[in-house]
């Protein structure tokens, strides 16, 4: 995951997270699917920064709530009624035609800590929804579950009828379910192949080039155009190795945190 302008430029780990005891209900909530990736993916932006569509859930980290301040109602809700399951359902928009506007329940986590995250999301989130609120609780989880499109759970108007719930659905819609309801959903998605690995990969390669790659990019195009107009002298030859082994070297040498700069934001 790139970090971007209007999201937290942290790691999970980098604050204190506080362990959950919870019931054994769950509760549906909404998320966008990218409309140009088969895989109900959430929404990825063209470009870089996007302050309108966020990196949540973030099921690279298993978190929500944490990088981008989102449905921080639902988020306080969630934790106020002990709830131990988050559920995530898309009204799929990917380009996969047999599903092309159902309501899909693609995935969840299983809630194990949480971190009021008010003065983080203040420090990095120019139009924070918590701004005025007295705290903001980001959600992290230690199970994390997500399928295929095919494996995922579709939610028909027969079954929010069933369910009890009449209003219409929204971006805001979010569904509290009993224990009977919560253990019909999360058996059914356990028994579906995990996709998450392919979720995360697919959100990868459809991300924006970060100032980091870009600079990558063009030392590489740099490179290329060195080679090509390299002659068979062997002086040059020895120029360019040497530069290439002096990188190596100092690749060798540095700091480990200082190799290892994209994982930094990655947690379990």
Not at 75 to 87: E, G, H, I, M, Q
Not at 117 to 126: A, D, E, G, S
Request: glycine share 4%; proline share 3%; with cysteine.
């Amino acid at each position: 995951m790139l970090f971007s302008e209007g999201i937290v430029q942290k790691s999970v780990d980098s604050i204190p997270w506080q362990d959950y005891r919870a019931s054994k209900t769950g509760m549906i909530c909404m998320y966008s699917s990218d409309p140009v990736s088969e895989i109900p993916i959430r929404e990825v932006p063209e470009e870089y920064p996007s302050l309108d569509i966020l990196p949540e859930p973030n099921y690279e980290t298993g978190t929500y709530g944490f990088y981008g301040c989102i449905r921080n109602k639902a988020r306080s809700a969630f934790v106020k009624s002990k709830f131990r399951y988050l559920f995530f359902m898309t009204k799929y928009a990917g380009t996969n035609q047999e599903y092309q506007e159902k309501l899909l329940v693609t995935g969840y986590y299983r809630i194990a800590k949480t971190a009021d995250v008010n003065k983080l999301h203040m420090r990095y989130i120019t139009d924070s929804s918590c701004i005025n609120a007295d705290s903001c609780t980001a959600l992290r989880a230690d199970e994390v579950h997500f399928v295929s499109c095919e494996d995922a759970y579709e939610i028909t108007d027969e079954i929010l009828e069933s369910w009890g719930h009449k209003s219409k659905i929204t971006r805001q819609t979010r569904i509290a379910l009993d224990e009977e309801k919560t253990k019909m959903l999360l058996e059914y998605l356990s028994s579906k192949e995990d996709a998450l690995a392919q979720y995360v990969a697919e959100t990868r390669r459809l991300e924006p080039a970060g100032e980091e790659e870009d600079d990558e990019l063009e030392l590489e195009d740099a490179d290329e155009e060195m080679l090509a107009t390299d002659g068979d002298d062997g002086e040059d030859d020895q120029v360019y190795d040497d530069r290439s082994n002096s990188e190596s070297s100092d690749n060798e040498t540095a700091p480990e945190s200082m190799r290892n700069t994209q994982s930094a934001g990655s947690g379990n």
